[in-house]
């Protein structure tokens, strides 16, 4: 058996009212240390006021060779965004 | 605003975590999931964003009636852009309810028993087309001027939920206006519909807010939290300050004839909507409560086989998977 212990993807919260960001990894034997692992590489300078650990292969993510199927098909949805629209000034903000 | 009347709880915590926790919010800190907060606050925002997600969904159901309707290619693809947007408005208003303690399932079936509720304005049917318009433009327009404030409410999840709808709703209000104002300067049957429908929907509008400030037993609790950020009769007049010129600009008549500028005010005066009507929608007797709700029990309904079947298949595939391991 392996004794190699399992990688962490690391997310800060910056400040109050932000959203965790992910900052990077590190590896720990458990979620407890891998927290206090986390402050110690990624929070000595008052980086953070919260941490998330993940363990990495708990993340499912897309893959980069997807990025045409997934995204492409927004690309010519362009009345999604408010400016495809022509609001006359006199109206105000919209 | 997507939730009205939303009864505040009051707290039986103790009073020095209270007044801790109040000093928090007064300083302007955000509340997370994690952090200690007075049942009261947890049941309060249970409530009102759950009433909000609600709305949401059940707000797709009147601007759905029309997808298939739309005059043009175009103007379809924007409805259905707009409808689906509103189920990612939903969805994320939901997650921030999670959060909370409560689930997603308890939640909908809460709306579809009738114990919560949803946003009195969907109650009203969509006739034609000038419905859609009015409804981007006036409906969302008043869902904007709770919403926009809502961004610095003082739990996390929710304010950040709300900065997200905000940023995608202003197409939503945008639309609305390009599509009424195509009407409005269109034909004179077409500038007709259009009047017809801000006549329709003005005040259902207004309802939107809630009841007066008067009348309004639930607001000192949840301002002093921090999960309601102005008064009903606050962002009533902020939203009829913003829309009476709007509507002047198109050419249309004032649906009231109780709109005059009041130079003293600063503010435009108004008619007040007919509350007993308010009331007695939310009740359940507006002209679409029946349909809506059996609309939303149908869809839960007929989707059981489909969450059930991907969960087998889930299962199913882990269970494969743990047993090649």
């Given at each position: 058996?392996k004794n190699e212990?399992?990688?962490?993807?690391?997310?800060?919260?910056?400040?109050?009212?932000?959203?965790?960001?992910?900052?990077?990894?590190?590896?720990?034997?458990?979620?407890?240390?891998?927290?206090?692992?986390?402050?110690?590489v990624y929070?000595?300078?008052?980086?953070?006021?919260?941490?998330?650990?993940?363990?990495?292969n708990?993340?499912?993510?897309?893959?980069?060779?997807?990025?045409?199927?997934?995204?492409?098909?927004?690309?010519?949805?362009?009345?999604?965004?408010?400016?495809f629209?022509d609001?006359?000034d006199e109206?105000?903000?919209? | 605003?997507?939730?009205?009347?939303?009864?505040?709880e009051?707290?039986?915590?103790?009073p020095?975590k209270?007044?801790?926790?109040?000093?928090?919010?007064?300083?302007?800190?955000k509340?997370e999931?994690?952090d200690?907060?007075?049942?009261?606050?947890?049941?309060?925002?249970?409530?009102q964003?759950?009433?909000?997600?609600?709305?949401?969904?059940?707000?797709?159901?009147?601007?759905?009636?029309?997808?298939?309707?739309?005059?043009?290619?175009?103007?379809?693809?924007?409805?259905?852009?707009?409808v689906?947007?509103?189920?990612g408005?939903?969805?994320?208003?939901?997650?921030?309810?999670?959060?909370?303690?409560?689930?997603?399932?308890?939640?909908?079936?809460m709306?579809?028993?009738?114990?919560?509720?949803?946003?009195?304005?969907f109650?009203?049917?969509?006739?034609?087309?000038?419905d859609?318009?009015?409804?981007?433009?006036?409906?969302?327009?008043?869902?904007?001027?709770?919403q926009v404030?809502?961004?610095?409410?003082?739990?996390?999840?929710?304010?950040?939920?709300?900065?997200?709808?905000?940023?995608?709703?202003?197409f939503?209000?945008?639309?609305?206006?390009?599509?009424?104002?195509?009407?409005?300067?269109?034909?004179?049957a077409?500038?007709?519909?259009?009047?017809?429908?801000?006549?329709?929907?003005?005040?259902p509008?207004?309802?939107?807010?809630?009841p007066?400030?008067?009348?309004?037993?639930h607001?000192?609790?949840s301002?002093a939290?921090?999960?309601k950020?102005?008064?009903?009769?606050?962002?009533?007049?902020?939203?009829?300050d913003?829309?009476?010129p709007?509507?002047?600009?198109?050419?249309?008549?004032?649906?009231d004839?109780?709109i005059?500028?009041?130079?003293?005010r600063?503010?435009?005066?108004?008619?007040?909507?007919?509350?007993s009507?308010f009331?007695?929608?939310?009740?359940?007797?507006?002209?679409?409560?029946?349909?809506r709700?059996?609309?939303r029990?149908?869809?839960?309904?007929?989707?059981?086989w489909?969450?059930?079947?991907?969960?087998?298949?889930?299962?199913?595939k882990?269970?494969?998977?743990h047993?090649?391991?």
């Amino acid at each position: 058996m392996k004794n190699e212990w399992p990688l962490w993807e690391i997310f800060i919260r910056g400040q109050h009212g932000m959203s965790h960001r992910h900052v990077g990894s590190l590896h720990a034997p458990d979620a407890e240390m891998a927290i206090k692992n986390a402050r110690d590489v990624y929070t000595r300078r008052n980086e953070g006021v919260s941490i998330w650990v993940v363990e990495a292969n708990n993340i499912a993510a897309s893959s980069p060779s997807d990025k045409g199927p997934l995204y492409e098909p927004s690309e010519s949805k362009v009345y999604r965004h408010p400016t495809f629209f022509d609001i006359p000034d006199e109206v105000g903000a919209m | 605003m997507y939730a009205q009347m939303v009864q505040s709880e009051a707290s039986t915590d103790d009073p020095e975590k209270l007044a801790a926790f109040q000093a928090r919010i007064d300083a302007g800190e955000k509340i997370e999931p994690k952090d200690w907060m007075p049942a009261g606050y947890r049941k309060t925002l249970i409530r009102q964003i759950g009433q909000h997600a609600h709305s949401e969904i059940v707000g797709q159901l009147p601007e759905g009636n029309w997808i298939t309707r739309a005059p043009t290619l175009e103007r379809k693809a924007i409805l259905l852009a707009k409808v689906q947007d509103e189920a990612g408005h939903g969805l994320y208003l939901y997650c921030a309810a999670e959060t909370l303690g409560v689930s997603r399932d308890e939640l909908t079936e809460m709306l579809l028993d009738g114990r919560m509720k949803y946003s009195s304005i969907f109650n009203y049917p969509t006739l034609n087309w000038a419905d859609m318009g009015a409804v981007g433009w006036l409906v969302d327009g008043a869902a904007i001027m709770n919403q926009v404030p809502l961004q610095r409410t003082s739990f996390g999840p929710y304010s950040r939920a709300m900065i997200r709808v905000c940023k995608e709703e202003s197409f939503h209000a945008r639309q609305g206006f390009d599509a009424i104002r195509k009407m409005a300067t269109g034909t004179p049957a077409q500038k007709k519909m259009a009047q017809d429908a801000v006549n329709r929907l003005w005040f259902p509008a207004l309802m939107m807010f809630g009841p007066s400030d008067a009348d309004s037993v639930h607001s000192t609790q949840s301002m002093a939290w921090k999960i309601k950020m102005n008064t009903n009769d606050e962002l009533r007049q902020k939203f009829v300050d913003q829309t009476v010129p709007q509507i002047e600009f198109l050419g249309l008549d004032l649906p009231d004839e109780g709109i005059t500028w009041n130079e003293e005010r600063g503010h435009y005066d108004y008619s007040d909507p007919d509350w007993s009507e308010f009331f007695d929608v939310i009740k359940g007797n507006g002209p679409c409560n029946t349909d809506r709700l059996a609309a939303r029990n149908k869809a839960w309904k007929d989707g059981e086989w489909v969450r059930d079947g991907l969960l087998a298949h889930a299962r199913k595939k882990a269970a494969r998977k743990h047993a090649a391991e």
